[in-house]
């Protein structure tokens, strides 16, 4: 298992294609969001500045990105050429494949945050304490785990043309329960209740509560513990049950 660990993670590095646009994409992207924008102008409703919000939305979205978008096809397509079936008849567990998938994602997701985070600091005068700079990392970095092992889950339910679709639907629904794309406070209170036990903004949640000097909530915790548990999970059973062949 740590030999595929290692070996996933160098071949992800290897991608300059793929670490270019995961990497490079969140910090353009939050750039973009923020042009213009006064850095003082709060939120209606929160007391959190327009681009404190976003920066951290941002980051959350480009690991979500990079760990999902870039799990699920690449798995369906290793399936379809037969390189999973080749693993299955090793002693490799079902725990280890998908150790290992994640690990290659987090280590395209972290420096996208970094860059993120460095951009608010260094170009939008985001200033917050030492101590909340790393949270917001931290968090930000372990909750993405919860979708790379989606990621891996999609890719062993579905064929290579459609992982991508499946994926982009997955991520473009979270990513908007989450208010990755507007601010949350906008919704509705009921849209708001509901969105709290959906992953994606339970993940948000985690940073934009650091950023208000708290901890991140138990709720949002736990709902990210129970979806990395059920993605998880799902993916293990389904590397053990699958008997496609290439």
């Not at 890719?155 to 329960?177: E, H, N, Q």
């Amino acid at each position: 298992m740590n030999t595929l660990v290692r070996l996933e993670i160098v071949r992800t590095l290897r991608n300059r294609k793929f670490m270019f646009f995961s990497v490079l994409y969140p910090g353009m992207l939050f750039l973009l969001i923020t042009a213009g924008t006064d850095k003082s102008k709060k939120l209606d409703g929160a007391n959190l500045t327009f681009v404190a919000y976003y920066m951290v939305a941002m980051a959350a979205l480009g690991a979500m990105t990079a760990v999902l978008m870039g799990n699920a096809e690449r798995i369906a397509r290793e399936r379809e050429k037969g390189w999973v079936r080749q693993l299955r008849l090793t002693a490799l567990p079902g725990r280890g494949y998908v150790t290992a998938k994640i690990a290659s994602a987090a280590t395209v997701s972290l420096p996208s945050i970094v860059i993120v985070l460095v951009l608010g600091a260094a170009v939008k005068g985001v200033r917050l304490d030492a101590w909340q700079w790393a949270a917001i990392l931290l968090c930000t970095w372990a909750g993405s785990m919860v979708f790379a092992a989606l990621g891996v889950a999609i890719g062993y339910v579905a064929t290579a043309d459609v992982a991508r679709p499946i994926s982009m639907l997955c991520y473009f629904a979270m990513a908007a329960l989450g208010g990755l794309w507007a601010p949350f406070t906008a919704y509705p209170d009921w849209l708001q209740t509901l969105a709290g036990y959906t992953p994606g903004r339970a993940y948000a949640a985690l940073g934009q509560a650091v950023e208000f000097g708290d901890a991140p909530h138990g709720k949002d915790v736990g709902v990210l513990v129970c979806y990395l548990v059920l993605f998880a999970g799902s993916a293990a059973w389904l590397y053990r049950k699958d008997t496609r062949k290439a």
